[in-house]
């Protein structure tokens, strides 16, 4: 006794100094050290034991449950039969004696470690282990310590860690549901005695004006007046010991839900009981009184009886959840269905006390949160069974939905409803596409609905309705979307818009358009309100009336709006425009394609009211002109102009029909159109306009110049004006972006073809001659660059010449990646304009070769220049770049660039490594001569460096290369013979290169030591798909000194489990290289390996090397091997097992005298829903798992290391078992 109380004194005086702020990390990993020596002690349970029932330190507490733990996780088997069963009956009654007074962080660990052994040993061994759990529920006194102990079980033992085979999950799992009914029945019981003792004494309260809830959609929902009745009962008062019970019943529940299938054993008391403890939730009543009567205890209580009906409808959103619906239960579901939107009907019933916001808001944001996932559930998973029910009134449900949606308290929960609706119009979008012939029936059954979403979401976006939220929205900083809180909610809003427009009869647009346009009052099938379009057109007035409050000033034009409210009213008009706008261009993919002719005349009006808006825009400059609040108004009136050239951009599609349409009818109306457009564009490409607005009208002159393609448009006296403009010398420069955009504009409107034109009507020779000018004009400077290569006495300062290098390449980049798709003879042209500015380039390269962002610039260009151009470049002058490279790449440069020069030089290698990519991946024999220089740089020069440095730069691209390079040069390696080819298996291929491809392998091998997982998967797939394509394992030189070095290379990965998220991937690609050579596999490779391996001793090897020999091939072996053999990982979710057809067949078949494998090792009976069959790579996956299972488990215990200490009336030890 003197000695344990010696031992608990150091243990406790070493836990104080260990946590101390003052113990150094030195001395903290000698006391961890120290820990894990003692731990790791036979028969160090027992001081644990005695710690755990002498100290109050619950640092000590802590770490003795962490020993039982680990002694019960991983050495278990070993522990003799005795000491288990003394610690199974010590530490329940530990936790009995003491649950009351423990930390409650104590008292779960405990629970966790009696649940584990009962995960371990229930119920062989430890028969009472769950019916202990129930008598501690039944019994009042220990309620909520059996409930915390069946919370435990149901997380540890329903879905356990990875650590069980997969037999015993599913044997665990079968007990669990055996009890389930019994357990639910108890559940249920405690819910229910709570309820009926606390509604026995709440007092009735008197009749008030707004106690009448049961109304005509009560009514609809809740078809039997009992239910109605029962759930308008008041909420009872519970108290505070009532409620953690409550609320611990609750939470069994919904991890119980969480597994258990959908049956009989949910009971509909069951449900009821759950659904009055979710309207604790919006039991606002309840809440203002705990607040009211002012003490902290009230408050506390309140909080509680919210945090009910949040468990509460956890529980329900569990059962939500679960798709497979069996017919017998789907009554429950519909009631559930009921009782839930009775909910929804309370908590947004407006009376004269509250209005529904307000509710809301009173309400706890959690229960809010889990109300809204009830309603994505129903609508996403449930809405397509409900609907068809007679009962179920869908309509008003929307009716009930648009309420909660529309009085959201929070942003966020705005959101989140429109995601809810969005379901629903892609749930009615499937549907009439799959029944057209009903398309008019349903549409008829939800217009009133979708016309009331249309005009509300609408509404919301604008600051004329909703000014006060709206304001509140963040504007400026961006999320992980890269996009604000304002441009979201905007975004989100304009989706339900467009699909609510999709859904919407043809008429609808005519009308909704024309009212746009024209402003008109004629008749619509829609109701006044409806009509948005009035709204835009009445923004629209006061944009276009500004011109007359425009008056000029000395230091230019001033917007003579001054008065405070005024342009307050300016400012939401703007903005409200400016969002309408974006309204209207999202709407332009529903007036092409098939409806294109139809609703010609809506878009036609829409586009010129369009154009109409942006030319005015730019004519009166409202851009630069002075306002009374600048910081404010001039950004409105600057984002309404590029919104609405965004707007005009969303129709180029439409334009590019019509262009097609107006071709054959030689209309001018079109050529007006573009020719405004132009106009409207060309006075925004300036440097003294602001970026935002700068770069809308590049963009959408680059959509003209792309998708339109008008022949006209190069004839334009605007568009001549941007050519004259950026071919300039003496014009100064846009910004980069804007520049780029204009290049790329100009470029295509002379390369690519015209729609609708013949070859010989393209005026190529013309066009031609234009760009080569174009191109001549945007590289002058750097043209001129050339003989400063050459004369260094002529050098302009190095800053200078590298901002020209990057203006123009930049520029040209674009063009050429623009153009790469195009036809041959918008390519050739393209490269005849590009073709000096091309050669300067390589003539520079080697002047800035050590200036890594020149050479990361140029190199890109050249790499662009490789993907789109190659052939109209030829041979001769790509041999020249390419040996150029190789040449100046040496050795010294590359190290240079990698290890000194930072993530720059390393993309400046990896980018000439995308070009060796490109070449060698060209078909014919023009660069095979290249391939010894390739290889050569790679293993030689660049994988000597890369090869030891744990970052991965770099690596991914050369193991790339190296990959295209064998596996488009295959016969560069293996010169196969027709004779060879014909008679398979007679003559082996001829090897060449012979010392090349080994140094090739063996450095797939060595990235397979290395821990990027990332690497580790692309060369893992490489090789795999060589073995696919090449028959690379098959191949003599791999067959003989390669094949089980990778084999070996990859069960140690498995075995140190440092990749375990590849070990799907990793057992095929051993199993398809042992496959080339089983007999050498198991009668070799084998018993090397697991001589090799450390921590067996020499007959534990024997036995596993004994018992892994096979009777027949892999190769001819159909039967499939259980779950049970994947023990370390469980079964594969690519692969499930198939059901059991070969009975009398095993993977590894017993030898004579061993007995047969425990329940655990054994075949599981097949779950009748896993019907895939599993292929070889995936049964061999299997066995890898399982040969690194046993190796793995040889640490985990006396019994394993010793077989004769496990003691009888045990399960078998595993190498007992093999013995």
Same mark, same amino acid.
């Given at each position: 006794?003197?000695?344990?109380?010696?031992?608990?004194?150091?243990?406790?005086?070493?836990?104080?100094?260990?946590?101390?702020?003052?113990t150094?990390?030195?001395?903290?990993r000698?006391?961890?050290e120290l820990?894990?020596?003692?731990?790791?002690?036979?028969?160090?349970w027992?001081?644990c034991? +005695?710690?755990?029932s002498?100290?109050?330190?619950?640092?000590?507490?802590?770490?003795?449950?962490?020993?039982f733990?680990?002694?019960?996780?991983?050495?278990?088997?070993?522990?003799?039969?005795?000491d288990?069963m003394e610690?199974?009956?010590?530490?329940?009654?530990?936790?009995?004696?003491?649950?009351?007074?423990?930390p409650?962080?104590?008292?779960?660990k405990?629970?966790?470690v009696?649940?584990?052994?009962?995960?371990?040993?229930?119920?062989?061994?430890?028969?009472d282990f769950f019916?202990?759990?129930?008598?501690?529920?039944?019994?009042?006194?220990?309620t909520?310590?059996?409930?915390?102990?069946?919370?435990?079980?149901?997380?540890e033992?329903?879905?356990?860690?990875?650590?069980l085979s997969?037999?015993?999950?599913?044997?665990?799992?079968?007990?669990?549901?055996d009890q389930?009914?019994?357990?639910?029945?108890?559940?249920?019981?405690?819910?229910?005695?709570?309820w009926?003792?606390?509604?026995?004494?709440?007092?009735?309260?008197?009749?008030?004006?707004?106690?009448?809830?049961s109304?005509?959609?009560?009514?609809?929902?809740?078809?039997?007046?009992?239910?109605?009745?029962?759930?308008?009962?008041?909420? @009872?008062?519970?108290?505070a010991?009532?409620?953690?019970i409550?609320?611990?019943?609750?939470?069994c529940l919904?991890?119980?839900?969480s597994?258990i299938?959908l *049956?009989?054993?949910?009971?509909p008391?069951?449900l009821?009981?759950?659904?009055?403890?979710?309207?604790?939730?919006?039991?606002i009543?309840?809440r203002?009184?705990?607040s009211?009567n002012g003490?902290s205890?009230n408050?506390?209580?309140?909080?509680e009886?919210?945090?009910l009906?949040?468990?509460a409808?956890?529980?329900?959103?569990?059962l939500?959840?679960?798709?497979?619906?069996?017919?017998?239960?789907e009554e429950?579901?519909?009631?559930?269905?009921?009782q839930?939107?009775?909910?929804?009907?309370?908590?947004?019933k407006?009376?004269?006390?509250?209005?529904?916001?307000?509710r809301?808001?009173?309400l706890?944001?959690?229960?809010?949160?889990?109300?809204?996932?009830?309603?994505?559930?129903?609508?996403s998973?449930?809405?397509?069974?409900?609907?068809?029910?007679s009962?179920?009134?869908v309509?008003?449900?929307?009716t009930?939905l648009?309420?909660?949606?529309f009085?959201?308290?929070t942003?966020?929960?705005?959101?989140?409803?429109?995601?809810?609706?969005?379901?629903?119009?892609?749930?009615?979008?499937?549907?009439?596409?799959s029944?057209?012939?009903?398309?008019?029936?349903?549409?008829?059954?939800?217009?009133?609905?979708l016309?009331?979403l249309l005009?509300?979401?609408?509404?919301?976006?604008?600051?004329?309705?909703?000014?006060?939220?709206?304001?509140?929205?963040?504007?400026?900083?961006?999320?992980?979307?890269q996009?604000?809180?304002?441009?979201? +909610?905007?975004?989100?809003?304009?989706?339900?818009?467009?699909?609510?427009?999709?859904?919407?009869?043809t008429?609808?647009?005519?009308?909704?358009?024309?009212?746009?346009?024209?402003?008109?009052?004629?008749?619509?099938?829609?109701?006044?309100?409806?009509?948005?379009?009035?709204v835009?057109?009445?923004?629209l007035?006061?944009y276009?009336?500004?011109?007359?409050?425009?008056?000029t000033?000395?230091?230019?034009?001033?917007?003579?709006?001054?008065?405070?409210?005024?342009?307050r009213?300016?400012?939401?008009?703007?903005?409200?425009?400016?969002s309408?706008?974006?309204?209207?261009?999202?709407?332009?993919?529903?007036?092409?394609?098939?409806?294109?002719?139809?609703?010609?005349?809506?878009?036609?009006?829409?586009?010129?009211?369009?154009?109409?808006?942006?030319?005015?825009?730019?004519?009166?400059?409202?851009y630069?002109?002075?306002?009374?609040?600048?910081?404010?108004?001039?950004?409105?009136?600057?984002?309404v102009?590029?919104?609405?050239?965004?707007?005009?951009?969303?129709?180029?599609?439409?334009?590019?029909?019509?262009?097609?349409?107006?071709?054959?009818?030689?209309?001018?109306?079109?050529?007006t159109?573009?020719?405004?457009?132009?106009?409207?564009?060309?006075?925004?490409?300036?440097?003294k306009?602001?970026?935002?607005?700068?770069?809308s009208?590049?963009h959408?002159?680059?959509?003209?110049?792309?998708?339109?393609?008008?022949?006209f448009?190069?004839?334009?006296?605007?568009?001549?004006?941007?050519?004259?403009?950026?071919?300039?010398?003496?014009?100064?420069?846009l910004?980069?972006?804007?520049?780029?955009l204009?290049?790329?504009?100009?470029?295509n409107?002379?390369l690519l073809?015209? @729609?609708?034109?013949?070859?010989?009507?393209?005026?190529?020779?013309?066009?031609s001659?234009?760009?080569a000018?174009?191109?001549?004009?945007?590289?002058?400077?750097y043209?001129?660059?050339k003989?400063?290569?050459v004369?260094?006495?002529?050098?302009?300062?190095?800053?200078?010449t590298?901002v020209?290098?990057?203006?123009t390449?930049?520029?040209?980049?674009d063009?050429?990646?623009?153009?790469s798709?195009?036809?041959?003879?918008?390519?050739?042209?393209?490269?005849?304009?590009?073709?000096?500015?091309v050669?300067?380039s390589?003539?520079?390269?080697p002047?800035f070769?050590h200036? *890594?962002?020149?050479?990361?610039?140029?190199?890109?260009f050249?790499?662009?220049?490789f993907?789109?151009?190659?052939?109209?470049?030829?041979?001769?002058?790509?041999?020249?770049i390419?040996?150029?490279?190789?040449?100046m790449?040496?050795r010294?440069?590359?190290?240079?660039?990698?290890?000194?020069?930072?993530s720059?030089?390393?993309?400046v290698?990896?980018?000439f490594?995308?070009?060796?990519?490109?070449?060698?991946?060209?078909?014919?024999?023009?660069?095979?001569?290249?391939?010894?220089?390739i290889?050569?740089l790679?293993?030689?020069q660049?994988?000597?460096i890369?090869?030891?440095?744990?970052?991965?730069?770099?690596?991914?691209?050369?193991f790339e290369?190296?990959?295209?390079?064998?596996?488009?040069?295959?016969?560069y390696?293996?010169?196969?013979?027709?004779?060879?080819s014909v008679?398979r298996?007679?003559?082996e291929?001829?090897m060449e290169?012979?010392?090349?491809?080994?140094?090739?392998?063996?450095?797939?091998?060595?990235s397979?030591?290395?821990p990027?997982?990332?690497?580790?998967?692309?060369?893992?797939?490489?090789?795999?798909?060589?073995?696919?394509?090449q028959?690379?394992?098959?191949k003599k030189?791999?067959?003989?000194?390669?094949?089980?070095?990778?084999?070996?290379?990859?069960?140690q990965?498995l075995?140190?489990?440092?990749h375990?998220?590849?070990q799907?991937?990793?057992g095929i690609?051993i199993?398809?290289?042992?496959?080339?050579?089983?007999?050498?596999?198991?009668?070799?490779?084998?018993?090397?390996f697991?001589t090799?391996?450390?921590?067996?001793?020499?007959?534990?090897?024997?036995?596993?090397?004994r018992?892994?020999?096979m009777?027949?091939?892999?190769?001819?072996?159909?039967?499939?091997?259980?779950?049970?053999?994947?023990?370390?990982r469980?079964?594969?979710p690519?692969?499930?097992?198939?059901p059991?057809?070969?009975?009398?067949?095993?993977?590894l078949?017993?030898?004579?005298?061993?007995?047969?494998?425990?329940?655990?090792?054994?075949q599981?009976?097949?779950?009748?829903?896993?019907?895939?069959?599993?292929?070889?790579?995936?049964?061999?996956?299997?066995?890898?798992?399982?040969?690194?299972?046993?190796?793995?488990d040889?640490h985990?215990?006396?019994?394993?290391?010793?077989?004769?200490?496990?003691?009888?009336?045990?399960?078998?030890?595993?190498?007992?078992?093999?013995?």
């Amino acid at each position: 006794m003197a000695s344990e109380e010696a031992s608990l004194r150091a243990l406790e005086n070493l836990m104080t100094e260990f946590f101390h702020d003052c113990t150094t990390n030195e001395r903290k990993r000698e006391i961890e050290e120290l820990l894990d020596n003692f731990a790791q002690q036979i028969g160090a349970w027992r001081l644990c034991l +005695y710690f755990l029932s002498s100290t109050g330190n619950d640092y000590v507490m802590m770490y003795s449950l962490t020993v039982f733990e680990n002694l019960i996780n991983k050495m278990w088997l070993g522990v003799p039969s005795q000491d288990k069963m003394e610690i199974r009956s010590c530490l329940p009654k530990l936790l009995l004696a003491h649950h009351k007074t423990l930390p409650y962080f104590i008292r779960n660990k405990l629970c966790k470690v009696i649940v584990d052994i009962g995960r371990q040993d229930w119920p062989m061994f430890y028969h009472d282990f769950f019916t202990n759990i129930l008598q501690l529920i039944q019994s009042p006194v220990t309620t909520p310590l059996g409930l915390i102990m069946l919370k435990t079980t149901s997380e540890e033992l329903a879905c356990p860690r990875e650590d069980l085979s997969v037999a015993r999950k599913e044997e665990l799992r079968k007990l669990l549901l055996d009890q389930v009914q019994a357990v639910l029945g108890l559940l249920t019981g405690i819910l229910e005695t709570v309820w009926d003792k606390h509604s026995v004494t709440a007092a009735t309260p008197p009749p008030s004006p707004t106690s009448g809830e049961s109304g005509d959609l009560l009514s609809n929902l809740l078809q039997s007046p009992s239910s109605a009745k029962l759930l308008n009962q008041p909420i @009872p008062i519970l108290d505070a010991e009532s409620e953690y019970i409550c609320s611990l019943a609750l939470e069994c529940l919904a991890h119980l839900f969480s597994w258990i299938p959908l *049956s009989a054993s949910i009971t509909p008391s069951l449900l009821t009981t759950i659904f009055h403890f979710a309207r604790f939730g919006c039991d606002i009543r309840a809440r203002k009184m705990a607040s009211v009567n002012g003490s902290s205890q009230n408050c506390v209580l309140g909080q509680e009886r919210g945090r009910l009906g949040v468990l509460a409808m956890s529980c329900i959103n569990e059962l939500m959840s679960k798709n497979c619906v069996p017919m017998e239960f789907e009554e429950y579901l519909l009631r559930m269905f009921q009782q839930t939107f009775y909910l929804l009907q309370k908590i947004t019933k407006d009376n004269n006390a509250h209005t529904v916001k307000s509710r809301l808001e009173e309400l706890d944001e959690s229960y809010i949160e889990k109300f809204t996932d009830f309603l994505r559930l129903f609508v996403s998973v449930h809405l397509r069974r409900i609907e068809s029910y007679s009962q179920f009134p869908v309509v008003e449900f929307l009716t009930l939905l648009f309420k909660y949606t529309f009085h959201q308290p929070t942003h966020e929960g705005y959101f989140s409803c429109l995601d809810i609706w969005t379901l629903f119009l892609d749930y009615l979008t499937s549907k009439i596409k799959s029944r057209l012939g009903d398309k008019e029936a349903v549409l008829n059954r939800y217009e009133d609905a979708l016309v009331l979403l249309l005009t509300e979401v609408l509404n919301r976006i604008q600051f004329r309705y909703n000014q006060a939220q709206l304001e509140e929205l963040d504007d400026e900083t961006l999320d992980d979307d890269q996009q604000t809180e304002w441009q979201r +909610y905007l975004r989100q809003s304009l989706e339900v818009v467009a699909k609510v427009m999709e859904l919407l009869p043809t008429h609808a647009f005519s009308t909704l358009v024309t009212r746009l346009l024209e402003g008109n009052e004629e008749t619509s099938v829609f109701p006044a309100h409806v009509a948005w379009f009035p709204v835009l057109q009445d923004n629209l007035e006061v944009y276009l009336g500004l011109q007359q409050f425009i008056v000029t000033s000395g230091s230019g034009h001033r917007l003579n709006i001054t008065a405070e409210n005024d342009c307050r009213r300016l400012h939401c008009s703007l903005r409200d425009l400016s969002s309408l706008l974006q309204a209207v261009g999202r709407l332009a993919e529903y007036f092409i394609g098939d409806v294109f002719a139809a609703r010609f005349s809506d878009a036609l009006t829409v586009v010129e009211r369009l154009v109409k808006v942006t030319l005015y825009g730019s004519q009166i400059k409202l851009y630069n002109i002075e306002t009374a609040v600048p910081s404010v108004l001039k950004p409105d009136l600057i984002d309404v102009h590029a919104q609405s050239l965004a707007a005009l951009q969303a129709y180029s599609h439409w334009l590019a029909q019509y262009c097609s349409e107006a071709h054959r009818q030689n209309t001018q109306q079109f050529v007006t159109l573009i020719s405004t457009t132009m106009d409207a564009v060309t006075p925004l490409i300036s440097t003294k306009v602001q970026d935002k607005l700068l770069l809308s009208a590049c963009h959408l002159l680059v959509s003209l110049a792309t998708t339109v393609r008008p022949v006209f448009l190069i004839s334009i006296p605007a568009v001549q004006k941007v050519f004259n403009r950026i071919t300039d010398a003496s014009a100064q420069r846009l910004v980069d972006k804007a520049q780029v955009l204009v290049c790329r504009a100009l470029s295509n409107i002379l390369l690519l073809p015209w @729609p609708n034109l013949p070859e010989n009507e393209q005026q190529w020779p013309v066009r031609s001659i234009n760009h080569a000018n174009l191109i001549s004009a945007l590289s002058r400077d750097y043209r001129n660059l050339k003989p400063n290569a050459v004369a260094p006495q002529r050098k302009m300062p190095l800053d200078d010449t590298k901002v020209i290098i990057h203006q123009t390449l930049s520029v040209l980049e674009d063009i050429v990646e623009n153009i790469s798709g195009e036809s041959t003879k918008s390519r050739q042209i393209c490269y005849q304009s590009l073709q000096e500015s091309v050669q300067v380039s390589l003539a520079l390269f080697p002047a800035f070769i050590h200036q *890594s962002d020149v050479t990361d610039e140029m190199l890109s260009f050249f790499l662009t220049l490789f993907r789109g151009l190659r052939v109209q470049m030829g041979v001769p002058f790509t041999e020249q770049i390419i040996q150029t490279f190789l040449n100046m790449f040496t050795r010294e440069q590359l190290a240079e660039s990698i290890l000194h020069e930072g993530s720059t030089g390393c993309r400046v290698v990896e980018k000439f490594l995308k070009i060796l990519q490109v070449v060698v991946q060209e078909p014919g024999q023009v660069f095979k001569p290249f391939l010894p220089s390739i290889i050569a740089l790679c293993m030689e020069q660049v994988y000597p460096i890369i090869a030891e440095r744990p970052s991965p730069d770099v690596k991914a691209e050369l193991f790339e290369l190296l990959f295209r390079t064998l596996h488009h040069n295959w016969r560069y390696f293996f010169k196969s013979t027709v004779l060879a080819s014909v008679q398979r298996g007679i003559a082996e291929e001829q090897m060449e290169n012979e010392p090349q491809f080994s140094a090739i392998m063996q450095a797939f091998g060595q990235s397979f030591l290395q821990p990027d997982i990332h690497l580790f998967k692309q060369n893992l797939f490489y090789l795999e798909t060589l073995n696919t394509k090449q028959k690379l394992y098959h191949k003599k030189i791999f067959r003989t000194t390669m094949l089980f070095q990778f084999v070996n290379v990859l069960l140690q990965v498995l075995v140190h489990k440092s990749h375990d998220l590849l070990q799907e991937e990793i057992g095929i690609a051993i199993y398809n290289m042992a496959s080339v050579d089983f007999d050498g596999f198991f009668a070799a490779f084998l018993p090397e390996f697991l001589t090799s391996c450390d921590g067996v001793d020499a007959n534990q090897k024997n036995v596993l090397g004994r018992n892994f020999k096979m009777d027949r091939p892999l190769g001819l072996c159909t039967c499939l091997l259980g779950p049970s053999w994947n023990s370390s990982r469980g079964t594969s979710p690519f692969h499930p097992s198939p059901p059991d057809t070969r009975q009398n067949e095993t993977f590894l078949p017993h030898p004579r005298g061993v007995p047969a494998l425990p329940p655990a090792l054994e075949q599981p009976a097949r779950s009748p829903t896993s019907m895939c069959r599993p292929t070889q790579g995936s049964c061999w996956s299997k066995l890898c798992s399982f040969l690194v299972y046993l190796i793995c488990d040889m640490h985990h215990g006396p019994a394993l290391v010793h077989p004769e200490r496990a003691q009888a009336g045990q399960r078998p030890a595993l190498l007992q078992t093999l013995q």
